[in-house]
């Protein structure tokens, strides 16, 4: 997506709490940003971006019914247009899930207006707007991902995991206890737990400093 260089950037700012857009309608507004629709829900959001065609949807990471929803119908309806979710403090599992769901950019409210204003005419211009911690994080799993065929069962066999219990495993990995997973995942210790076991079959193990072994051979 490239917007002419003589074009306002048209832009859909999605936040529920109407401050929030108030603040950033005026940081947007002053750099020449065109504020074409608002919206206070995922689905909202979803209606308005159909309807106007923004360049920027600028998604709240909290907003009611789902921002990782919003972001993929977004993106697989206007593919051209550029989706940046914007959070209060960073949460790794909400950053992966966006990005995986099409977004061009994980960014936090409080940050500076004309860095933001910077960040996303970027995004129009194709690049991404994302933390460096994300970039990290997003290397690692391509890592992980282009290694799987290397990952291989306790009897030899070829192992596929979903990327939420690559997740799992990989914070196993580093020692983290079933609580402390499900609080950076964002979910429930039941939902890790499922994972967990999941993993274990797959794997053919039956306990999780197996599954961690196994693991670890993508590095030998």
């Known amino acids: 997506m490239t917007v002419g260089t003589d074009d306002p950037i048209r ?3 999605a936040d529920a709490h109407s401050a929030t857009r108030a603040g950033l309608r005026i940081a947007l507004s002053a750099g020449g940003f065109d504020i074409v629709a608002e919206a206070d829900s995922a689905e909202a959001a979803v209606a308005a971006a159909l309807r106007e065609r923004p360049d920027i949807c600028v998604l709240d990471a909290d907003m009611p019914d789902g921002a990782v929803h919003a972001t993929a119908e977004i993106v697989r309806s206007l593919p051209r247009a550029g989706v940046v979710v914007m959070a209060s403090s960073r949460h790794d599992a909400t950053m992966l899930d966006v990005v995986r769901a099409g977004a061009s950019g994980y960014l936090l409210k ?7 204003r910077f960040a996303l005419r970027g995004v129009t211009e194709g690049e991404a707007a994302l933390p ?4 990290a994080r997003l290397m690692l ?6 290694n799987r065929r290397r990952l291989v069962t ?13 997740d799992v495993l990989t914070l196993l990995a580093e020692g ?45």
Not at 141 to 146: K, L, S, Y
Not at 158 to 163: F, G, I, K, S, Y
Not at 196 to 220: H, I, M, P
Request: glycine residues 6%; without cysteine.
């Open 154 to 166: 306790a009897e030899g066999r070829d192992a596929e995991l979903t990327p939420r219990e690559w």
């Open 176 to 220: 983290a206890s079933t609580r402390e997973t499900a609080a950076s995942l964002g979910v429930s210790d039941v939902t890790v737990r499922r994972h967990v076991s999941g993993v274990l079959s797959k794997l053919g193990v039956s306990t999780r400093a197996a599954a961690v072994e196994l693991l670890r051979t993508l590095d030998a």
């Open 11 to 13: 832009v859909l700012l």
């Open 110 to 116: 409080d940050m500076d207006p004309e860095r933001l």
């Open 141 to 146: 799993e391509f890592r992980v991902r282009e």
């Open 132 to 135: 460096r911690a994300l970039v």
